[in-house]
């Protein structure tokens, strides 16, 4: 199952969305749609089901029994709570109105993603051997021997690169200056593959060659110098076998792209110091 930024399950907003008409009796339903239950007066449709999974085009046959259970108990639960509140009138609320509002617009955002991602999908089998021929190592089984100076601060972290550029040796600054408990081994990490590190150590450590140092690099332990002293090639995974993932990617960077120029066309002032967004 392929997921993109944004196009994920918005479970409880979407599901109230066939609530807000107010309707009591069961509503009409699509050939398409196939009931699954019935609530009271209310019917449980495939299309409820889609809606709370991540890709609405899942075969709902690949889904794990746990999951259906937890989704039809959501959903039941759902539908008893929108009665209740309609039967209390809680859908005149100005409450109800202002959350009305806001599904709305989740849902509609969502939907234009997922409209987005289905044109962006039409991607050539060339252009995606092309991504693979370029980023191969990407796609090579290859265990990295890197080592690690951590710091808590980039400023620190700028410092000791400051330190390495003048001369001084990669192992000394480790034990002197790393809070890491690889200090004591002069920062080193021994081997690793791709993955088992937190993402964004892994993915400067196998970008960078034999010898190469790179940094800073923040993770939630701090400030990451590092250093890739050996690499040992592995076995490189067919294109037919990672095409799948490689489209995931370049729609990804698609969407990206996509929504940055979407921000960049409107104006956007926030106008409470509170809610700030840093460098904006």
Not at 94 to 120: G, M, P, W, Y
Not at 134 to 157: G, M, P
Not at 175 to 194: W, Y
Not at 250 to 255: G, M
């Amino acid at each position: 199952m392929i997921s993109y930024p944004f196009a994920v399950a918005i479970t409880f907003i979407l599901l109230l969305v066939p609530h807000i008409s107010g309707a009591q009796a069961p509503k009409s339903v699509n050939p398409k749609d196939h009931v699954i239950a019935v609530v009271g007066n209310e019917i449980i449709t495939e299309r409820d089901v889609r809606l709370m999974i991540p890709n609405f085009n899942t075969e709902l046959k690949k889904i794990p029994p746990a999951q259906k259970v937890q989704i039809m108990r959501e959903i039941i639960n759902q539908k008893i709570l929108a009665s209740e509140g309609r039967a209390l009138k809680l859908d005149q609320s100005e409450l109800f109105k202002a959350r009305q509002r806001s599904i709305f617009d989740t849902a509609l955002a969502r939907t234009t993603v997922d409209h987005f991602i289905t044109n962006a999908r039409k991607i050539d089998k060339q252009q995606l051997k092309n991504f693979y021929d370029k980023n191969k190592r990407r796609y090579r089984d290859d265990q990295v021997r890197a080592s690690h100076i951590l710091l808590k601060t980039r400023k620190e972290a700028e410092e000791v690169l400051k330190a390495l550029k003048a001369g001084q040796t990669f192992a000394e600054l480790a034990k002197e200056k790393s809070i890491g408990p690889s200090s004591v081994k002069g920062g080193d990490l021994g081997f690793f593959k791709r993955g088992q590190m937190v993402p964004a150590f892994d993915s400067a450590a196998f970008s960078l060659s034999e010898g190469a140092t790179g940094g800073p690099i923040k993770t939630r332990y701090g400030f990451h110098i590092i250093k890739v002293t050996q690499i040992n090639k592995g076995k490189i995974t067919p294109f037919e076998e990672v095409k799948a993932q490689i489209l995931q990617i370049l729609v990804s960077k698609k969407l990206e792209v996509y929504l940055k120029n979407l921000r960049a066309s409107v104006k956007v002032v926030i106008k409470d110091p509170n809610f700030a967004i840093g460098g904006e």
